[in-house]
């Protein structure tokens, strides 16, 4: 099993910027990919960014170029560089790993409030 626990939401002024952090623990090396996910009030989630196991990185489109993930492998962390941050941003963030594992490969954070004020 992998553990993922986040940090770093909060309240912020539109346009300001916010760093997420995910911290895995676990059987961390059956993860081959970790994302992080959104969902607004009365909104599906939906994936935000998501980073490989060998770097690849894809973003939606609603946050290409404003936003960053990254990852740490000595500390076994991801992070979520959010810039230019737009009230249409506020959600909960939640970080996602994909894993080797069976029957269960895909866990979750408990999830990471972000509000951005106009």
């Known amino acids: 099993q992998v553990q993922l626990v986040e940090s770093g939401g909060g309240l912020v002024q539109a346009g300001g910027s916010l760093r997420l952090s995910c911290a895995a623990s676990g059987n961390i090396f059956s993860i081959v990919a970790m994302a992080w996910y959104r969902q607004a009030p009365g909104k599906e989630r939906e994936l935000v960014a998501r980073?490989?196991?060998?770097?690849?990185?894809n973003y939606a489109r609603a946050v290409r170029g404003r936003f960053t993930i990254s990852r740490d492998n000595a500390i076994n962390t991801v992070y979520l560089q959010m810039n230019s941050l737009k009230p249409e941003d506020t959600a909960v963030f939640y970080c996602n790993a994909e894993t080797t594992d069976w029957p269960q490969n895909n866990y979750w954070g408990q999830g990471t409030q972000v509000a951005v004020s106009s």
């Open positions: 980073i490989t196991s060998g770097g690849t990185t």
